[in-house]
């Protein structure tokens, strides 16, 4: 299994980015997929998960209405749409999977598989 998350990037504060994470070896549709981030000196934090075929999502307070997440079964990606970003959005961001079923639970012990990730810096 591979993830390949991309679209970090530098962006000043109230801008947007999308992410992108690419799954390989895996049967895409099977798997719940969550977007996490790590700070630097901070622990690994939630930031949104999405179920199987994409109609239930659970956001972090700390994003929501702010973050999207998505996911085009067809090309085995899921997305990460930020907008209105935040200095304190600077971070690692880390795509990961698991085949158990969809929760409202933001632990990372649920995700099996998990990407490399990509840099987002937020400019004040």
């Known amino acids: 299994v591979q993830l390949q998350a991309s679209g970090g990037g530098l962006v000043q504060a109230g801008g947007s980015l999308r992410l992108s994470c690419a799954a390989s070896g895996l049967t895409f549709s099977s798997y719940t997929m969550a977007w996490f981030r790590q700070a630097p000196g901070k622990d690994r934090e939630f930031v949104a998960t999405?179920?199987?075929?994409?109609?239930?999502?659970h956001h972090a307070d700390s994003v929501t209405g702010r973050f999207t997440i998505s996911r085009d079964n067809a090309k085995s990606t899921v997305f990460l749409q930020m907008n209105s970003l935040k200095p304190e959005d600077t971070a690692v961001y880390y795509c990961?999977?698991?085949?158990?079923?969809?929760?409202?639970?933001?632990?990372?012990?649920?995700?099996?598989?998990w990407g490399q990730g990509t840099q987002v810096t937020v400019s004040s």
């Open positions: 990961a999977a698991t085949l158990r079923r969809f929760e409202v639970s933001e632990s990372p012990m649920r995700f099996d598989y």
């Open positions: 999405i179920s199987w075929g994409g109609g239930s999502t």
